[in-house]
C-alpha cells in the first residue's frame, strides 16, 4: 500500500500535526464508529474529510501506473473501495442526523459561542438551513393553513425530538481518565465516581461521556 500512498498528508491550517497516510486514515475511522454509535451529531471533521479526499485521488492516480495484471493493483483497489465506504457511510450518518434532529442542530450552531468549533461544515449548515425552510412550508401547505388560526404556528425545536443523550453506548478508553461522574439509575442510588483505565472497555450513558468523546479520550465501539 505504500507505494499508492503519499508520504506525507497535505494539511489544513486546523490540523496541527503532519500526518501519515495510515494516521488519517485512522482519525476518519475514529470519528465514523464516533459518529455512527453518538446518539446526537458531532462536531464536524471536514479537515479529515478533505485531507482524505485529497489522498483518494492521489491514491487513484498512482494506481494508474500500476502495469496491467499486477496482483497488486486489485489489493489497492479494494483499499480505496474500503475508505471511500467509510466516507461515504461517515458522511451519510451525519446527514441522516441532521435530517433527524435538524432544528436542534440549528439551534446549536446558532448559540455556539465565539471561537468555539463549528458544529457543521458549511455545506452541512446550507443543507440543514434549506431542510428547515423546505420541511416548514410543506407542513404549511399540506396541514397548517388548514388549521384555527390559533394552530397555525408550530415550534419546530418543540415538534421534533431531541437526541436521546441517556442512551448506553460502548467505548474504549484511549486516555486514562479519573473520577468520572456516574449518575444513579434510579431514584434509591446515589452518584459514584469511576477510573477508566487505559484500553479498558465500558457500557456507559453517552451523556456522562460525551465531553470525552469530543476530546478523543475516549472512542466509541
Known amino acids: 500500500m505504500s507505494d499508492l500512498l503519499s508520504d506525507e498528508v497535505p494539511q489544513d491550517d486546523s490540523m496541527e500535526d503532519v500526518m501519515t497516510p495510515s494516521e488519517l486514515i485512522s482519525k476518519l475511522e475514529e470519528a465514523w464508529q464516533n459518529e455512527k454509535f453518538s446518539p446526537e451529531l458531532l462536531q464536524n471533521k471536514s479537515e479529515v474529510v478533505e485531507c482524505v479526499m485529497e489522498q483518494l485521488t492521489h491514491m487513484e492516480s498512482n494506481l494508474l501506473r500500476v502495469k496491467k495484471g499486477d496482483a497488486k493493483a486489485s489489493i489497492h483497489r479494494m483499499e480505496i473501495d474500503r475508505i471511500r465506504f467509510v466516507l461515504s457511510s461517515y458522511l451519510r450518518s451525519r446527514l441522516q442526523k441532521i435530517e433527524k434532529f435538524f432544528p436542534h442542530v440549528l439551534e446549536r450552531e446558532k448559540s455556539r459561542g465565539e471561537g468555539d468549533p463549528s458544529l457543521l461544515s458549511p455545506e452541512e449548515f446550507a443543507f440543514a438551513k434549506e431542510y428547515y425552510a423546505n420541511t416548514e412550508t410543506y407542513l404549511k401547505a399540506v396541514a397548517l393553513k388548514r388549521m384555527p388560526p390559533n394552530l397555525q404556528t408550530l415550534n419546530m425545536l418543540k415538534a421534533v425530538p431531541e437526541p436521546y443523550l441517556d442512551s448506553f453506548v460502548f467505548l474504549r478508553v484511549k486516555e486514562r481518565q479519573e473520577n468520572i461522574l456516574v449518575e444513579p439509575e434510579s431514584d434509591d442510588q446515589r452518584?459514584?465516581?469511576?477510573?477508566?483505565?487505559?484500553?479498558?472497555?465500558?457500557?456507559?450513558?453517552?451523556?456522562?461521556?460525551?465531553?470525552?468523546?469530543s476530546t478523543g479520550a475516549v472512542q466509541l465501539i
Not at 191 to 213: C, F, K, N, W
Open 191 to 213: 452518584d459514584y465516581v469511576v477510573d477508566l483505565e487505559e484500553g479498558s472497555q465500558h457500557l456507559m450513558r453517552y451523556r456522562t461521556i460525551a465531553p470525552l468523546v
